[in-house]
């Protein structure tokens, strides 16, 4: 989330935000719109990053007045974030996608945004997190590269810490043996 706001001061201004206030819905969405993004793409991919969002952030607004912060913000849209990835996985199985394009691959890439700062590092990331199966890639991403707290993390996928900490392990271990193995084929 923002870096400037701890937890408590995330939890504040979605608690403000709650009663519609225009100022400071804005301002509580600005705060984590980035980081929930980040965290969509990490787990779903770049392509369909923007969508998600837009559906996670279109979930808050509508469940912002009953939030009470029982538990921190971050914890609570994090955990909404992931329910729209899972939701979307759900469908994408019902009802598969059809491209009408002669060349969709081309097309896809000539899409990607490039000259980025960064932007082959988050593209290698992005290829290693793709290889990590869902159940130990969002564990990852929440404590590696949110930044989250195992028992924030915990509590975002709504499972024991320990079962987080096992979660990171496997794939930090997954990750470090696909990037062996591509230096030795080297």
Do not use: K
Not at 14 to 39: C, E, K, M, Q, T
Not at 146 to 162: F, H, K, Q, R, T
């Amino acid at each position: 989330m923002n870096p400037d706001l701890d937890d408590q001061q995330l939890t504040r201004l979605a608690l403000s935000a709650r009663h519609g206030s225009p100022a400071d819905v804005d301002a509580f969405a600005r705060a984590v719109y980035s980081d929930v993004r980040r965290f969509i793409s990490y787990l779903d991919g770049p392509q369909v990053a923007e969508d998600l969002t837009q559906e996670t952030f279109v979930r808050v607004l509508r469940g912002l007045p009953a939030f009470a912060g029982r538990s921190s913000a971050r914890t609570w849209l994090l955990s909404i974030a992931r329910r729209v990835v899972i939701d979307r996985h759900r469908s994408t199985v019902c009802r598969p996608v059809i491209a009408d394009l002669a060349d969709w691959q081309e097309t896809a890439e000539r899409c990607q945004p490039r000259g980025l700062p960064g932007w082959e590092e988050g593209v290698a990331l992005s290829t290693l997190l793709a290889e990590v199966p869902w159940e130990r890639r969002a564990p990852f991403v929440l404590t590696q590269i949110l930044g989250l707290s195992y028992a924030e993390a915990a509590d975002v996928l709504g499972c024991p810490i320990g079962t987080v900490r096992s979660r990171v392990a496997r794939a930090r271990a997954q990750l470090i043996g696909t990037i062996r193995a591509a230096e030795r084929s080297a």
